[in-house]
């Protein structure tokens, strides 16, 4: 594939590539739709918004808003002015956010109603360079100073934009690791261009006349692949919801919009197949699914299949390489694997001494080449150089390859829990069960369900004397982190394995819960 021209701006391109499409719909969200013409007229006038808030070119803004069409309007807006939107998960807390807006030092925020008395608190009484507020879809009068992203947006005539390099820094999104804060990961206006025609296009075969479903929300790299950069590459149809997907939020979204292709998790799937209003084949018209997050159990995938007559491609892709970079195809998919190499990236094993594995079913570290990389993570030169080596990134996944070629996932080689698609850290999660005044100490480890499935599972040493239940530490680990971190089991165990200095033995636990 040709690399698209030095300087490139990905909103502009997506413009000028649907111009033919001024009438066709190009996103339904819970408020209703936007046409193409429509959505290139807001994209512009976004743009021009920012500009007359005095926003310039490589500032950065805080995007923290729900899926709906406003999220897409203000990434593509940001894009085309050339600033730079740090897009955040919606179900952080407000210490999370305030880390966010100071170490972006982002000069404004585009929150949805709903979470702007979070980004508040996060405000109130810690340091941060936010000067605008711009609050979409909100019911209540705003805070004095802040717009309301509606008149915002039709308040400035159509901007221009600005004639950015491919190579330019373009958005961020936060990548989380086992310790240490999160990592502002720096990506450009080219990268989204090739994820979009290597798997949107070259995998996925995009059309015009698909409507695409995302289960996975935009701030995720896989959401914004799956529901922005792909569909709106190929001109085809987007279906966005707000609230969190559930099996029956899932299903409302399949029968009433007809997506032809739809993107998930593998516990959102099983999630779906052991719903009692699963719907029937003949309700929906899926063609094709992905799966991403964590590795697709088998089980799943052909029980899947046999309902709806449809494959889920699994694949694997990271926040860093910004979609997936190996994956199953349509037509060619070997459930319980990970597939091959998408065409326009090259995978490698290495072993412990970081020689490259050539023997087949052998466990190695998987490292990724390909045009998507991000440029480093902000602040922080140690873990930029620890993970993009050169030309090669490293994934942190461990993987095997079968003599025909196709990868299966082996775990990861640090300690993070992929958790229904999203990474906790289990030492973020003992952190905080050992500040309940109970708990003398705790290690959270991966337990596979039945389904093959990892939930988070807490071994706790309660104090001398001291009593807490189960519930009860859940409920103080949701209170005090972003609560899909909470562990889903806990155990009350008189000590935790240790070596002779005093560390605990994690892997003494992991053996015992999955054998
Ligand atoms: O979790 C994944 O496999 C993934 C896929 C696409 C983009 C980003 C990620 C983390």
Redesign the pocket.
């Known amino acids: 594939t040709a690399p698209p021209p030095d300087r490139f701006n990905f909103a502009r391109h997506l413009i000028e590539v649907n111009a033919g499409r001024a009438a066709k719909t190009a996103l339904i969200d819970d408020a209703g739709q936007l046409s193409y013409g429509q959505l290139a007229d807001q994209v512009q006038r976004c743009s021009a918004a920012l500009n007359a808030l005095g926003l310039r070119r490589e500032d950065r803004v805080l995007l923290l808003m729900h899926d709906c069409s406003d999220w897409v309007v203000s990434f593509l807006g940001a894009l085309h002015a050339g600033v730079v939107p740090v897009c955040v998960n919606t179900l952080l807390t407000a210490k999370d956010y305030a880390y966010m807006l100071a170490d972006s030092r982002a000069q404004a925020a585009l929150v949805s109603a709903a979470l702007l008395p979070t980004l508040q608190t996060a405000m109130d009484g810690t340091p941060h360079e936010v000067k605008q507020l711009i609050v979409s879809r909100s019911k209540e009068p705003l805070p004095a100073g802040a717009h309301d992203w509606t008149q915002w947006v039709a308040s400035s005539e159509p901007g221009t934009g600005a004639d950015t390099h491919g190579d330019e820094p373009a958005f961020w999104l936060y990548s989380s690791g086992s310790t240490g804060a999160p990592k502002g990961t720096v990506h450009t206006q080219a990268n989204l261009w090739w994820t979009a025609e290597l798997y949107g296009k070259g995998v996925l075969r995009l059309q015009e006349s698909d409507v695409v479903f995302s289960a996975a929300k935009l701030f ?3 959401g914004l ?1 799956n529901a922005l950069s792909f569909p709106l590459s190929a001109g085809a149809s987007v279906v966005l919801m707000a609230e969190r997907p559930t099996p029956q939020a899932c299903f409302r979204r399949m029968t009433e919009h007809q997506p032809t292709v739809f993107y998930g998790a593998p516990t959102g799937y099983g999630g779906m197949l052991a719903a009692p209003d699963l719907p029937p084949r003949s309700a929906v018209s899926l063609r094709l699914c992905s799966s ?2 964590e590795a697709l159990p088998r089980d799943i995938g052909e029980r899947w299949t046999a309902h709806f007559g449809c494959e889920i491609i699994d ?5 860093e390489m910004l ?2 970079f190996l994956s199953n195809r349509p037509g060619d998919v070997r459930y319980g694997t990970t597939g091959k190499p998408v065409p326009g990236y090259e995978v490698q094993l290495r072993d412990e001494d970081g020689s490259v594995i050539t023997s087949h079913n052998q466990i190695g570290d998987l490292y990724i080449q390909g045009p998507s990389a991000a440029l480093m993570y902000w602040n922080n030169r140690a873990k930029s150089r620890d993970t993009f080596q050169g030309p090669w990134t490293k994934s942190g996944d461990k993987y095997l390859r079968d003599p025909d070629g196709y990868y299966t996932y082996a775990g990861r080689n640090d300690d993070m829990l992929k958790v229904s ?1 999203i990474y906790v850290s289990p030492f973020e999660v003992e952190a905080t069960l050992v500040q309940h005044s109970a708990v003398l100490e705790a290690a959270v480890i991966g337990k596979n369900d039945d389904e093959g499935l990892t939930k988070t599972k807490a071994f706790v040493v309660l104090k001398p004397g001291q009593q807490a239940t189960e519930a009860e530490l859940q409920a103080f680990v949701k209170e005090k982190l972003a609560p899909y971190k909470y562990p889903r089991f806990i155990e009350f165990v008189s000590e935790l394995p240790k070596t002779a200095t005093g560390k605990i033995q994690r892997f003494k636990l992991r053996e015992l819960e999955n054998q």
Do not use: E, Q, R
Request: glycine share 36%.
């Open positions: 995720f790299a896989y692949g991403a997050g694949g694997i892709g990271s926040t979609h997936i698609g």
